[in-house]
C-alpha cells in the first residue's frame, strides 16, 4: 500500500485525509466557530493561534512530523460535501519497546450528536493498529467532558485511571481520566 493511499482513510459518513496546506483558510474558519466551546478543554491559545498564515505553518510542520513517524493529523471530511468537520491525531508516536501513541479529536459543534466522532476515532484505530503497527492507543478527557467519554467508551477504550492536574487550561490546573485501548483489545486485519 502506497503511503498516499494509507493516509487517505474511508468510512461510511467520513473520510479521514491529512491536512494540507490548502486546508488552512477552512482548518483556520473551523478553530475559529468552535473557540467558544473547544477552550474549556484545551489550553490557552494566543490571537495569532487563529490566524490562516500560523495554521498553514502548523500544517507544514505536522506534514514533516508525518514523514519523521512522529505525529499524524487528519481532518474529518464528510463524505457527501467534503465539508471539513472536525480534526483527530495521533501525537507522541513511540515504537521500539512502547508502540504506543496519544489519540486526540475535535469535531465541529454543528456536528456532533451523529456518531462522526466514534467513526473518525475507529478509522484512526484502524489506521494505528493495522497501518503502522502501534499496539497501544492513550487518550487522556476531562471529566467535565461526558461526550468525549462516551466516545472513548465506545470505541473500546478503558479508564485506566486519573492524572492529577496534568493540563493547564483556562489558568487552572485541570485532572483528566487517562483513557487507553490495545490493539488486541479489539481487532486485527
Do not use: C
Not at 55 to 76: A, C, M, P, V
Not at 156 to 170: A, D, K, Q, S, V
Request: charged share 25%; hydrophobic share 40%; net charge negative.
Amino acid at each position: 500500500m502506497n503511503r498516499e493511499k494509507e493516509m487517505l482513510l474511508q468510512g461510511t459518513n467520513i473520510y479521514l485525509r491529512a491536512l494540507e496546506e490548502a486546508d488552512a483558510a477552512a482548518y483556520t474558519d473551523l478553530l475559529v466557530r468552535n473557540r467558544h466551546v473547544w477552550k474549556q478543554f484545551e489550553p490557552a491559545k494566543d490571537e495569532d493561534f487563529y490566524q490562516v498564515e500560523h495554521q498553514r505553518e502548523l500544517i507544514l510542520e505536522s506534514q514533516e512530523d508525518t514523514k519523521n513517524g512522529k505525529s499524524y493529523h487528519f481532518g474529518i471530511f464528510l463524505n457527501n460535501t467534503d465539508l471539513l468537520a472536525g480534526d483527530i491525531s495521533l501525537y507522541s508516536v513511540k515504537t521500539s519497546f512502547f508502540q504506543s501513541a496519544q489519540a486526540g479529536y475535535a469535531l465541529d459543534t454543528d456536528q456532533t450528536g451523529k456518531g462522526l466522532a466514534s467513526e473518525a476515532l475507529f478509522l484512526l484505530m484502524k489506521f494505528a493498529f493495522n497501518i503502522i503497527n502501534l499496539r497501544r492507543l492513550e487518550a487522556g478527557v476531562s471529566p467535565d467532558n461526558p461526550a468525549s467519554i462516551r466516545v472513548l467508551e465506545k470505541a473500546g477504550f478503558r479508564r485506566e485511571g486519573l492524572m492529577r492536574e496534568n493540563l493547564l487550561i483556562n489558568g487552572e490546573w485541570k485532572s483528566h481520566f487517562l483513557y487507553a485501548v490495545l490493539s488486541k483489545d479489539i481487532f486485527r486485519g
